[in-house]
Antibody, heavy 118, light 107 residues
Framework: EVQLVESGGGLVQPGRSLRLSCAAS????????MHWVRQAPGKGLEWVSG????????GYVDSVKGRFTISRDNAKNSLYLQMDSLRSEDTALYYC???????????WGQGSLVIVSS | EIVLTQSPATLAVSPGERATLSCRAS??????LAWYQQKPGQAPRLLMY???TRATDTPARFSGSGSGTEFTLIISSLQSEDFVVYYC?????????FGGGTKVEIK
């Protein structure tokens, strides 16, 4: 069974930083493109960032470019999202997502809640 | 940047009836279109990919069609567990994008 388990969320003040982690199991991690998708309370889904299996291709939604950094460690079956200069509009449930076809979201974690508030 | 527009935002259907959900892309996404189902309090799950291929464990009452910019998800006979929210997503171009969602509710 594929499991993606996020951690690192919490309450943070505007302008501060937070690092999300995602531990993957039950899959061959380096076969998968990995992504972060977020969902603000009561809202729809928004793709945040993605990284290819070998970290050769990386992308971000415009609203987080220059503030968020995605990375992965295939030896540790782990995905990360470094979030700097956080804003109130970054408040959301952040899902770790993986797909065999890059850009497709085959498997989802349960999410890690990030609340940006003073 | 591709924009996906789902319609209607809310669809009221009686159990056992057919539901038709639409997703329109602002430019062609070819066959790189997926549908996700999200139940309350749960993460989304992949329902359909490549327009019309059912994901693992997706019941046969779900079908997808379309190409280019116009796509449709049909639920042939709504069951109680189907009254939830559905999102389309394109994975042809970056940035990846979701539609705004269609909530299927009981009529």
């Amino acid at each position: 069974e594929v499991q993606l388990v996020e951690s690192g969320g919490g309450l943070v003040q505007p302008g501060r930083s937070l690092r999300l982690s995602c531990a993957a199991s039950g899959l061959t991690f380096d076969d998968y493109g990995m992504h972060w998708v977020r969902q603000a309370p009561g809202k729809g889904l928004e793709w945040v960032s993605g990284i290819s299996w070998n970290s050769g291709v990386i992308g971000y939604v415009d609203s987080v470019k220059g503030r968020f950094t995605i990375s992965r460690d295939n030896a540790k079956n782990s995905l990360y999202l470094q979030m700097d200069s956080l804003r109130s509009e970054d408040t959301a449930l952040y899902y770790c997502v993986g797909g065999m076809v890059f850009g497709r979201f085959d498997h989802w974690g349960q999410g890690s809640l990030v609340i940006v508030s003073s | 940047e591709i924009v996906l527009t789902q319609s209607p935002a809310t669809l009221a259907v009686s159990p056992g009836e057919r539901a038709t959900l639409s997703c329109r892309a602002s430019q062609s996404v070819g066959g790189n279109l997926a549908w996700y189902q999200q139940k309350p309090g749960q993460a989304p799950r992949l329902l359909m990919y490549g327009v019309s291929t059912r994901a693992t464990d997706t019941p046969a009452r779900f079908s997808g069609s379309g190409s280019g910019t116009e796509f449709t998800l049909i639920i042939s006979s709504l069951q109680s567990e189907d009254f939830v929210v559905y999102y389309c997503q394109q994975y042809k171009h970056w940035p990846l994008a979701f539609g705004g969602g269609t909530k299927v509710e009981i009529k």
